[in-house]
């Protein structure tokens, strides 16, 4: 009788012990299911994107292709609370851009149409997004200096503030999908990365960390160490998992972005709000 009371206060606690881990194991399962992507995020409905809102972006030939764009503009459009709000995507790729070729809105492979400068006084853009360095990394010795990296992405910080629009820096993806010391130009990315970085957090600007994004997903699926087709078709340029990796994270940085735009960033319609407030034309 005694063992046999021993064995039921056994089960019972085994039976609770594994009850707790079950609900954990649930709890944990329902928080990873309900986490939302930042596609999700941004067309939720507590959404920090404004009616007329409208989103520039400058980069090189993955911008000009523009697969991410793409995917971002069909998620705000098909979204409950994002459709009726016109937000615009303006997309500026530059074949082979880099800092310095964007800036002046020209390069050896085309043109933009105007200085970068010129474009967004045009344009009037809320929310300036610039996703460089590839090929400032990629082009070798007709690539651009770390200095004049830096200085470059200064210059346009101060051309997109001095307009009006809130910044936000993207570090570069990769040059090659090989997960290896061997891949030394993704190494290199990785070092103008942390320049983009240490400038966001220096001059404030909202920053998404592309490299950092890819390089960790890559080390999940690249078992093969392949040079291409997980989530490039040749190393560089999208294929349709790569437009979707970039698409959410940069929807999730431009969530946080947003959220905190400063008066400067406000969007023309508020203006136009407060200028009618103040009775001012």
Not at 13 to 39: D, F, M, R, Y
Not at 61 to 67: A, E, I, L
Not at 122 to 142: A, R, T
Not at 254 to 270: D, F, H, I, W, Y
Request: glycine share 10%; net charge neutral; charged share 25%.
């Amino acid at each position: 009788m005694r063992l046999n009371a021993g064995i039921s206060t056994v089960l019972a606690v085994a039976l609770c012990v594994g009850l707790t881990s079950t609900a954990k194991a649930l709890e944990s399962k329902k928080n990873e299911i309900h986490k939302l992507s930042g596609l999700e995020m941004l067309t939720a409905k507590d959404t920090p994107l404004k009616k007329g809102d409208k989103i520039a972006f400058f980069g090189d030939s993955v911008t000009m292709q523009g697969g991410y764009i793409k995917t971002i503009a069909a998620a705000l459009q098909e979204g409950q609370y994002t459709k009726a709000l016109d937000v615009k995507l303006l997309q500026h790729g530059l074949d082979g851009g880099r800092v310095p070729t964007v800036l002046e809105g020209k390069g050896p492979w085309g043109d933009l149409g105007g200085t970068m400068e010129s474009l967004i006084e045009k344009e009037k853009p809320d929310v300036v997004v610039i996703y460089l360095g590839i090929n400032d990394v990629w082009h070798g010795e007709k690539g651009t200096t770390k200095p004049d990296f830096e200085a470059g992405l200064k210059a346009m910080i101060a051309l997109c503030r001095k307009a009006g629009a809130t910044v936000m820096l993207c570090t570069p993806s990769v040059i090659g999908e090989e997960m290896t010391d061997a891949n030394r130009l993704t190494k290199t990315l990785g070092e103008y990365s942390e320049i983009i970085r240490k400038l966001a957090k220096e001059q404030k600007t909202g920053l998404c960390d592309i490299h950092t994004a890819f390089v960790e997903e890559l080390k999940k699926v690249n078992f093969e160490n392949k040079h291409a087709g997980n989530l490039t078709y040749d190393g560089v340029h999208m294929n349709d998992k790569g437009n979707a990796l970039l698409a959410d994270v940069i929807s999730n940085a431009m969530v946080e972005t947003l959220k905190t735009r400063q008066k400067n960033g406000t969007s023309p319609a508020e203006k136009l709000g407060e200028s009618e407030k103040s009775g001012t034309n």
